[in-house]
């Protein structure tokens, strides 16, 4: 297991010295140790050094959420319902790339290929059927991904779902695609159906440290992963997951541990308050992650804002910056 760093507050951080005197700190995996072909290692050093942040760092614009949650995501900012809103902040706030469907992609992507970065993800599916046999079929294809020039893939794995038969079949297929191509590989890993419900639910650490050890024995290079809540249905999961005592960032740093020689991406899921989300970044990062996946918790908000948080995000990064190994 490697080894924390321990890092000493930061000046401006005195107040909380009192209560945390130091910031432990875990290292995220080389690129060297993802046993990655020359392609796939090529286009993921791209998106962690040549965009974004840089350092080996990555900072995700996603836009997917109009095949999976319907046009009423964009109801708070009206602006963001024209993609040109997202690939515009992806590129001025310089994020390490944009996440989207193969139609957004083909209306928008031409006016940013080289400055923008681009994941496809090449499965989904509406929010408009019931979650409890979640299963999202084929939108596009890695060659799609490989003609617009794309750096990476993404699919979603619902992990535990009844529907994981035909799942894990899909991806098997994708992730054969993938290494043929060079292509490297993001696993949305996300819990669903009606047996993770009964066990804890789809928030619990137990969903998600298993949708997190799920998508590394699957062939994984990165997986996105959301951050477990508590709530009194953890007694529902399996044991020991029933007992543990661990706070947010002990139970997040076991999720990245699950995840192993995949680099970690942590979503950001519904908006929130601008210090509860830096502080979930930097709290993710000291985790070992790699980067964030943020979406709404940007685009809903206004363009000044949205361009001033994403500096501040780029402030923070720059502060895990590692060199390539």
């Not at 794309?150 to 619902?158: E, K, P, R």
Request: charged fraction near 25%.
């Amino acid at each position: 297991m490697a080894e924390p760093i321990a890092h000493p507050p930061r000046p401006h951080a005195a107040a909380k010295a009192t209560k945390e005197a130091v910031r432990t700190r875990y290292p995220r995996p080389k690129l060297s140790e993802l046993g990655l072909s020359p392609g796939k290692r090529a286009r993921l050093k791209r998106l962690l050094y040549d965009h974004g942040p840089g350092g080996g760092t990555m900072l995700v614009l996603p836009i997917d959420q109009g095949l999976e949650h319907g046009p009423i995501d964009f109801l708070v900012n009206p602006d963001a319902q024209d993609p040109d809103y997202q690939f515009r902040l992806a590129r001025d706030g310089r994020f390490s790339a944009i996440a989207l469907h193969i139609g957004l992609a083909r209306k928008h992507f031409h006016e940013y290929a080289g400055d923008v970065p681009l994941i496809l993800k090449l499965n989904g599916k509406t929010g408009i059927p019931s979650d409890a046999q979640a299963f999202s079929p084929l939108t596009g294809t890695v060659e799609d991904a490989v003609r617009l020039g794309a750096d990476a893939v993404g699919y979603t794995v619902y992990v535990g779902s009844p529907a994981q038969d035909r799942d894990l079949a899909q991806f098997s297929q994708v992730r054969a695609e993938a290494d043929r191509f060079g292509m490297p590989l993001i696993v949305w890993a996300y819990p669903r159906g009606e047996a993770v419900a009964k066990k804890g639910g789809r928030e619990s650490l137990y969903a998600i440290d298993y949708a997190a050890r799920v998508a590394l024995e699957l062939g994984a290079d990165v997986v996105k992963v959301n951050y477990p809540v508590r709530s009194e249905k953890d007694a529902e999961s399996p044991p020991p997951y029933n007992t543990l005592s661990l706070d947010a960032e002990e139970a997040f740093r076991k999720v990245v541990m699950s995840a192993g020689r995949a680099l970690v991406l942590v979503s950001g899921g519904e908006k929130v308050g601008d210090q509860d989300l830096l502080r979930k970044v930097r709290t993710s990062l000291d985790a070992g992650a790699t980067g964030i996946i943020f979406g709404r918790n940007l685009w809903q908000r206004p363009w000044t804002e949205a361009l001033s948080l994403t500096r501040e995000l780029h402030a923070i990064f720059r502060e895990y910056a590692q060199p390539v190994a």
